[in-house]
Antibody
Framework: QLQLQESGPGLVKPSETLSLTCFVS??????????WGWVRQPPGKGLEWIAS???????YYNPSLMGRVTISIDTSKNQFSLKLWSVTAADTAVYYC????????????WGPGSLVTVSS | EIVMTQSPATLSVSPGARATLSCRAS??????LAWYQQKAGQAPRLLIY???TRATGVPARFSGSGSGTEFTLTISSLQSEDVAVYYC??????????FGGGTKVEIK
């Protein structure tokens, strides 16, 4: 059973950079049939897709965050990462990593989520 | 960007009764629509994809229908373990992938 696990600081200061990594186990991230992505959820609110990446490097971003976000993948470590620059309190959320298929981009496996709070 | 609108925001249903949740897309998304269930404190769980195909392990009481801009998730006989927030997501035209605002299902 594929497993995803987010890792990163739970607290980030305003204007700094949020960095998260998703470790994938019981399955290879180097599979051309899948995208690997990030979705976030502010406390008490709905889901927002942030970005997705393919193992051969194609990247896709939510235009609302374009210019502040980068997604990357390390197939040798079976992990992928998210960086979000110049964070504000509005970036406080639970961040989920998730897998989707390339052909139909719905998320079939999710990590448990990582709460990131932006506060000084 | 395709905007997904879910209704109602909250649905109170008696145990064993039918629950009907709606999702509307601002543009046609064909059948490229997924439904997720999110219980309190948990990650979302895929329920339905392709508008009507149940994901692995999803009980038969969950069914999805619709195409184009109007979609429905039906829980035929509500169980206590179905209390959750349900989200729809379109994947017909992206980026961005977009989710609805969610419907909270509670026991009456």
């Amino acid at each position: 059973q594929l497993q995803l696990q987010e890792s990163g600081p739970g607290l980030v200061k305003p204007s700094e950079t949020l960095s998260l990594t998703c470790f994938v186990s019981s399955g290879s991230i180097n599979n051309e049939g899948f995208f690997w992505g990030w979705v976030r959820q502010p406390p008490g609110k709905g889901l927002e897709w942030i970005a997705s990446i393919h193992s051969v490097g194609g990247t896709y971003y939510n235009p609302s965050l374009m210019g502040r976000v980068t997604i990357s993948i390390d197939t040798s470590k079976n992990q992928f990462s998210l960086k979000l620059w110049s964070v504000t309190a509005a970036d406080t959320a639970v961040y989920y990593c998730a897998r989707s298929k390339v052909v139909n981009i719905y998320f079939d496996y999710w990590g448990p989520g990582s709460l990131v709070t932006v506060s000084s | 960007e395709i905007v997904m609108t879910q209704s109602p925001a909250t649905l109170s249903v008696s145990p064993g009764a039918r629950a009907t949740l709606s999702c509307r897309a601002s543009q046609r998304v064909s059948s490229n629509l997924a439904w997720y269930q999110q219980k309190a404190g948990q990650a979302p769980r895929l329920l339905i994809y392709g508008a009507s195909t149940r994901a692995t392990g999803v009980p038969a009481r969950f069914s999805g229908s619709g195409s184009g801009t109007e979609f429905t998730l039906t829980i035929s006989s509500l169980q206590s373990e179905d209390v959750a927030v349900y989200y729809c997501q379109q994947y017909n035209d992206w980026p961005p992938l977009t989710f609805g605002g969610g419907t909270k299902v509670e026991i009456k």
